[in-house]
């Protein structure tokens, strides 16, 4: 059983930064998902297991920025220039077999999840 467990949520003002951190009882193929009260849940960053790719939602380039270390099994996703829209809670997840494609952006092609984070980001 993969077992997921997530870190570093919080409230911070517009501006400001969070990490979070995802640790994995393996290496999988990983993303981030957010989903703020009303709506949908929305992927915002995917990385494969080597590290090497990664992927993001348009409203997140250029401020958020997904990272990890295998020999931690840990995934983090640091948060800058935050926004009151990000506020959401956030979920890290992991896929076996890893999704490919545009499957890397649903949430259905991802097996397991975190417990989720509250990320609160104030005007």
């Known amino acids: 059983q993969v077992q997921l467990v997530e870190s570093g949520g919080g409230s911070v003002q517009a501006g400001g930064s969070l990490r979070l951190s995802c640790a994995a009882s393996?290496?999988?193929?990983m993303g981030w998902f957010r989903q703020a009260p009303g709506k949908e849940r929305e992927f915002v960053a995917a990385i494969a297991w080597s590290g090497y790719s990664t992927y993001y939602t348009d409203s997140v380039k250029g401020r958020f920025t997904i990272s990890r270390d295998n020999d931690k099994n840990t995934v983090y996703l640091q948060m800058n220039s935050l926004k009151p829209e990000d506020t959401a809670v956030y979920y890290c997840?992991?896929?076996?077999?890893?999704?490919?494609?545009?499957?890397?952006?649903?949430?259905?092609?991802?097996?397991?999840w975190g417990q989720g984070t509250q990320v609160t980001v104030s005007s």
């Open positions: 997840a992991a896929a076996s077999p890893p999704p490919y494609g545009a499957n890397r952006y649903l949430a259905n092609k991802y097996n397991y």
């Open positions: 393996g290496q999988y193929a």
